[in-house]
């Protein structure tokens, strides 16, 4: 599955460099620490001359160290510049020369269904893969999160957390988040990789930069998790001490709407929560238990502030 040079008109092998790997250490005592573990390890895209990389944001939420893993085996410092929980992406400064070109931003919206791409991770060709995108549609996570459009890519890289997503002219397309099983109409499951669109990043980057952060009203979270599970929408978890788990919302509740409107999708769900105003609103679940019809009026948080703030070299 490796890509051949010969196959693109770009420089493959000197783009590749451009791909870093990334190392994370997180406090035992971190609000993400029991679902994502306290030692992470992923990729970076390098983007700018002075060493500004681009990842997948739960590698550094929360990070007390990170390290960038370079081309030539040097092992840099690196401080988290900025995290947004909305687009989960993060950005990662290197404290050091990392003597590569930057990776050149491409256009996802160009990008089409059947297009022959390259997901790289670090490591040059051999950490790289042929592959092909094959869809381009809304993904849903159970943890509150949202992309309108996310890309799709089969073979899946085996190490796909924050590997690049490159197009047949070199660009940068997409940031790499997720294994998943993509099901279609009447066929097979098949593995793909879910790819973060690049072009969420210009819109935020500035603020990243500047203030850690992106400047714009929080969306409410509650701390629930759900599933699909046919034409139901499952609690399957809470976290402990959230929103949600406080208003006593239970795992095995069916919701069934927000305020009243009907929610058949995560997707739906996430949109009627976020609709009624930012963080701090109250979100009135609506949720079949027990053969009952229930509304648990739950008061939303901003998630950021459950986080520990990256630690500075």
Same mark, same amino acid.
């Given at each position: 599955m490796e890509p051949l040079p010969e196959n693109y008109s770009f420089d493959l092998v000197e783009t590749l460099r451009s791909v870093v790997g990334l190392r994370a250490t997180v406090p035992s005592d971190a609000h993400?620490?029991?679902r994502l573990g306290t030692e992470r390890a992923g990729n970076g895209c390098v983007i700018s001359a002075d060493g500004l990389v681009v990842t997948v944001g739960y590698l550094v939420t929360e990070a007390e160290s990170t390290? =960038?893993?370079?081309?030539? /085996? &040097?092992?840099?410092?690196?401080?988290?510049?900025? &995290?947004?929980?909305?687009?989960?992406?993060?950005?990662?400064?290197?404290?050091?020369?990392l003597d590569v070109e930057p990776l050149k931003?491409? *256009?996802?919206?160009?990008?089409?269904?059947?297009e022959r791409v390259v997901v790289a991770g670090a490591g040059g060709v051999p950490h790289a893969i042929d592959a092909r995108v094959v869809a381009k549609q809304e993904f849903a996570g159970y943890w509150e999160y949202l992309l309108d459009e996310a890309i799709y890519t089969t073979p899946p890289?085996?190490?796909?957390?924050?590997?690049?997503?490159?197009?047949?002219? /070199? /660009?940068?397309?997409? !940031? $790499?988040?997720?294994f998943v099983q993509q099901v279609a109409q009447n066929k097979r499951p098949i593995d793909v990789n879910m790819m973060i669109p690049i072009d969420l990043l210009p819109p935020i980057i500035d603020d990243l930069v500047r203030y850690g952060t992106v400047d714009r009203p929080s969306r409410p979270w509650i701390g629930l998790q759900a599933a699909e599970? $046919?034409?139901?929408?499952?609690?399957?978890?809470?976290?402990? *001490?959230?929103?949600?788990?406080?208003?006593?919302v239970r795992v095995g509740d069916v919701v069934?709407?927000? $305020?009243? %409107?009907? !929610?058949g999708s995560l997707g739906d769900l996430f949109r009627g929560m976020?609709?009624?105003?930012?963080?701090?609103? &109250?979100?009135?679940? %609506?949720?079949? &238990? %027990?053969? *009952?019809? =229930?509304e648990v009026a739950i008061k939303s948080e901003d998630r950021a502030k459950n986080y520990k703030s990256p630690r500075m070299h």
């Open positions: 993400s620490a029991q390290w =960038l893993v370079a081309d030539d /085996g &040097r092992v840099i410092p690196a401080d988290v510049v900025g &995290r947004d929980t909305e687009t989960g992406l993060a950005l990662v400064q290197a404290l050091e020369p931003l491409g *256009r996802s919206a160009a990008i089409q269904v059947g890289h085996p190490h796909w957390a924050g590997t690049a997503l490159i197009a047949g002219d /070199g /660009g940068l397309v997409g !940031v $790499g988040s997720l599970f $046919g034409e139901n929408l499952v609690v399957v978890g809470l976290t402990d *001490r959230g929103p949600a788990e406080s208003a006593d069934v709407g927000v $305020g009243g %409107n009907p !929610v976020w609709k009624l105003g930012e963080a701090g609103v &109250r979100v009135p679940l %609506n949720i079949f &238990r %027990n053969g *009952r019809q =229930l």
